[in-house]
């Protein structure tokens, strides 16, 4: 059974700094393409980045490029994201999502798996 699932989410003040961690069945994570996205209350899903399933290739959105680093443990078969700099607008739910498609992929519909998300608030 494909599994992901996040942790790590939490309240941190502005400019402080997260990670998530993706636990990731073995079978995905040796072969699957590893992003994360965020989505608030009402809003469509949104990139944040994305990792090769060799971890030689990342792809981030403008919004958090500098801010934010996606990397994974084989390992562990974890894929993780790191948050500096949070600013309140990062405040939405994160999620872990895998797909068996090759290269950076950036829209939701691209991916094959999902996680069960995990909130992440940033205070002023």
């Known amino acids: 059974q494909v599994q992901l699932v996040e942790s790590g989410g939490g309240l941190v003040q ?13 079978r995905i994570f040796r072969s699957y393409t590893m992003g994360w996205f965020r989505q608030a209350p009402g809003k469509e899903r949104e990139f944040v980045a994305a990792i090769s399933w060799t971890g030689g290739s990342t792809y981030y959105a403008d919004a958090v490029k500098g801010r934010f ?42 991916y094959d798996y999902w996680g069960q998300g995990t909130q992440v608030t940033v205070s002023s």
């Open 14 to 26: 502005a400019g402080g700094s997260l990670r998530l961690s993706c636990a990731a069945s073995a």
């Open 69 to 110: 680093t996606i990397s994974r443990d084989s390992a562990k078969n974890t894929v993780y994201l790191q948050m500096n700099s949070l600013r309140h607008e990062d405040t939405v739910v994160y999620y872990c999502a895998a797909t068996v498609r090759a290269g950076m992929r950036s829209t939701p519909y691209e």
